[in-house]
Structures are given as C-alpha cells and as structure tokens.
C-alpha cells in the first residue's frame, strides 16, 4: 500500500484524485465542504460535466469506499468551496 496522498480539489473542477485503481478508501479533510464524486475506466477521458456526479461522503465523517472489479479513475470536485481529501490506495 502506498502512503497517503492529500489532494486540493478546487471549485467547480473534477479533479482526479486516484488512478487506475480497484480499492482504497477516501477521506474529506475539509468536512465543511461537500463534494460531488463520479468514475471513469482507467485512461478514459476525464469528466467534462457534473451530469454524471454524485454527492460524495452524505455523512460528512464517513469515508468513501471505493471498490471495483476493473481499474477506474476517482474523480471529485468540490462544490462549495476548496477542499481537500486524503486517498488510501
């Protein structure tokens, strides 16, 4: 397991936050602020849209668990504010 990587996810932008992944575990450092989250397959193109997103971490102190059979980029854009999150892969 690598070590923790802390992303800044600014307003209104999908930024990827994980790469080409099956599992690991996202935490919101910044509980404050909400964020939608979406998924691609690993080298597709990256979201260009929120029509796809969903809110992420509905409670604020829960992490968000990913997990897949295939290799998926994470993606997570901030929505009220900067925030940021820790990635466990």
Do not use: H, K
Not at 55 to 75: E, H, K, Q, R
């Amino acid at each position: 397991m690598a070590n923790p990587l802390i992303v800044s996810c600014p307003v209104g932008a999908w930024t990827v936050v994980a790469s080409g992944i099956t599992a690991g575990t996202i935490y919101n450092m910044t509980p404050s602020r909400e964020f939608m989250q979406t998924y691609r397959m690993a080298g597709d193109a990256a979201p260009s849209t929120n029509a796809d997103g969903v809110f992420a971490f509905n409670d604020p102190g829960a992490p968000l668990a990913i997990s897949a059979s295939d290799a998926i980029d994470v993606y997570l854009m901030a929505i009220d504010g900067v925030g940021s999150v820790r990635v466990d892969v």
